[in-house]
C-alpha cells in the first residue's frame, strides 16, 4: 500500500511539474521518435502548436501533443511557458524587494523631513526660498533708485542752464 502512495504521489508531481510551450512562428517543427536528427519524423507541428513538455535532455526535449502522441522536439524551437508556481515564486520575489525598497524609501523620506524641521526650528536659519524672495526683492528697490538717480542726474545736467 506504501508503495501504492508512493508512485500515485510520484505521478501527480510529474504531472504538476510538467510546462507547456509553443512552437516557435518561424518554422514547422518535426517531431521525432529520438533524439537527433537521424531518427524518424513523427509528424510535423504547425507554428504556434501548444505542446507539452515531459522531459529536457541537452537540445532535445520531449513532448506530448494535444492528441497525447509524444515526441522529441529541438529545444532551440521551443517557447516553453512559465508554470503557475514559477510565476508566483517571481512575483513574490518581486514583491519582497519592492516592499524592502518601500521600507528605504520611507526611512529617507522621514530623515529628509527631520532635517527640514531642523532647519526650520533653528534661530535665524530662513529657508532658501525666503531668502531668494528677498533677494529679488532687496534687487528691484535698488534698481528703482539707481534709475530715479539716473534720470534725476541726466536732467540736471541737460537742463542745467535753463529756468523755466
Not at 532551440?76 to 511557458?81: E, F, P
Amino acid at each position: 500500500m506504501k508503495i501504492f502512495l508512493f508512485l500515485v504521489m510520484l505521478m501527480w508531481g510529474g504531472v504538476a511539474t510538467a510546462q507547456t510551450a509553443l512552437v516557435t512562428d518561424a518554422a514547422r517543427v518535426s517531431m521525432r521518435s529520438g533524439k537527433a536528427e537521424n531518427y524518424r519524423v513523427l509528424r510535423v507541428l504547425p507554428p504556434s502548436t501548444e505542446v507539452q513538455v515531459i522531459e529536457i535532455d541537452q537540445d532535445y526535449a520531449k513532448v506530448k501533443a494535444a492528441d497525447g502522441e509524444t515526441g522529441w522536439v529541438l529545444l532551440k524551437l521551443l517557447t516553453i511557458r512559465k508554470t503557475d508556481a514559477e510565476n508566483a515564486t517571481q512575483n513574490l520575489a518581486a514583491l519582497e524587494a519592492a516592499q524592502k525598497e518601500l521600507v528605504t524609501a520611507r526611512v529617507e523620506l522621514a530623515n529628509l523631513q527631520r532635517e527640514v524641521e531642523q532647519k526650520q526650528n533653528q534661530p535665524g536659519g530662513r529657508s532658501p526660498a525666503s531668502f531668494l524672495l528677498l533677494l529679488a526683492f532687496g534687487a528691484f528697490a535698488c534698481g528703482v533708485v539707481i534709475g530715479v538717480l539716473a534720470l534725476r542726474a541726466y536732467y540736471r545736467k541737460r537742463l542745467h542752464g535753463l529756468r523755466i
